[in-house]
């Protein structure tokens, strides 16, 4: 009776254990959770650190080159895990004097019960290898330094506001606060000094960890209200490690040219000449002319004209009406060529830019342009 009371009570333990169980990995989605918002948090963390170490290096050598990798791919899972054995063992009872005999009963019960908890997080790092990206950013921590250490962005190999005008506009002579359409940009750095600089016993006690940046022994911290400038700089550095310049919309031109090179009309060309041009350059700027070579074609068709008229009163003289109408033709022809030569004088090689309300002195000729189509490589940022 003993030993079937005893086996009871080891019974009724185990599966009070079994049922424990379940309860205990009821809540895997509160760490799970919690797992997964620090590992996001992380990534802002990440990068700001990334940002204020190099602003340290470029403190300790303004034309160093910067460094930046930015996780593209991360990764946050937990699982629990449990096992639960038991090792009975039976026997029949006897005593020590005597031979066991009788029913096999339960002499010992052994549960074994393990659990545990495994967790991981991990990002997939990219580098940034181009090097205009790194120009770029080179530009953004010289620009940031500006207002602290008086260092001004390279003019020269590179032409800091050159390339920003190019990242933001697509063009070397862009203007970033137009198209800037109230976005980060270039222009937002460097208005003011919010961080310090010293060695690593300069460092406010009171500074926060997450807002110091160091290189060999240079250490950078954050001012107090600097935070917002040193967002802004991320995010500039973010958005050059991400992202390309926009490129230029082209178009493309095909010009019919005459025997002397000039624009004409199909039935008088000789060959043509097809480009590919900004969408706000003037067609007529793929036919370039030497100055010296224009002022001869220009002195060579007036003296055609001269002679020409004297043909045309000639033939209206002698009523030949057919031979008038050739004559009046090439006539009109090389007027044509002459505008244009005398715009090229002018303007020197047609490359102003089109201007909306703005009607160029072309002369009467009129260019027969077979394709003139939009060729967008990349749309707008």
Same mark, same amino acid.
């Given at each position: 009776m003993t030993c079937g009371c005893e086996g009871s009570l080891m019974q009724g333990r185990f599966w009070l254990l079994i049922l424990s169980v379940p309860l205990s990995v009821g809540c895997m989605h509160i760490p799970l959770r919690n797992n997964s918002d620090n590992q996001a948090r992380t990534v802002s963390d990440l990068y700001q650190q990334e940002v204020l170490n190099n602003l340290a290096m470029f403190v300790h050598e303004p034309n160093s080159l910067p460094y930046f990798s930015f996780a593209n791919q991360g990764a946050t899972g937990m699982m629990d895990q449990g096992t639960i054995g038991i090792a009975p063992t039976w026997g029949r009872p006897y005593a020590a004097s005597t031979p066991p005999s009788g029913t096999f009963v339960l002499a010992s019960f052994a549960p074994t019960l393990t659990g545990q908890r495994t967790g991981f997080e991990n990002f997939t790092m990219t580098p940034v290898n181009d090097p205009r990206k790194l120009e770029l950013m080179r530009c953004a921590y010289?620009? *940031?330094? *500006? =207002? /602290? !250490? $008086? +260092? *001004?962005? =390279? !003019? +020269? /190999?590179?032409? /800091?506001?050159?390339? #920003?005008? +190019? #990242?933001? !506009? $697509? =063009?070397?002579? $862009?203007?970033?606060?137009d198209s800037a359409a109230g976005k980060v940009t270039s222009e937002c750095l460097g208005r003011t000094c919010w961080f310090g600089t010293g060695c690593k016993k300069a460092v406010p006690k009171e500074c926060p960890c997450n807002l110091v940046g160091q290189y060999c022994d240079t250490y950078v911290w954050v001012l107090p209200g600097g935070q917002d400038e040193l967002s802004k700089l991320t995010l500039a550095i973010l958005d050059y490690a991400q992202n390309a310049p926009p490129q230029e919309v082209q178009k493309v031109v095909e010009i019919y040219l005459d025997e002397r090179g000039l624009p004409t009309q199909f039935a008088n060309a000789v060959g043509k000449v097809t480009a590919q041009v900004g969408i706000t350059e003037r067609n007529l700027s793929v036919v370039s002319i030497p100055h010296p070579d224009a002022v001869s074609l220009r002195d060579s068709i007036e003296k055609e004209l001269d002679d020409l008229a004297e043909k045309i009163n000639d033939a209206q003289a002698k009523n030949r009406s057919t031979t008038l109408a050739q004559l009046l033709a090439r006539k009109k022809q090389l007027q044509g060529n002459l505008a244009f030569l005398d715009q090229q004088l002018k303007v020197g090689g047609l490359k102003e830019e089109y201007r909306q309300g703005f009607t160029p002195q072309t002369g009467p000729f009129g260019p027969l342009f077979i394709n003139q189509s939009l060729n967008t490589l990349a749309p707008g940022r």
């Open positions: 010289q620009k *940031a330094l *500006a =207002s /602290c !250490t $008086g +260092v *001004a962005p =390279s !003019t +020269v /190999c590179p032409d /800091c506001q050159t390339r #920003f005008n +190019v #990242f933001y !506009t $697509g =063009s070397p002579d $862009g203007n970033i606060r």
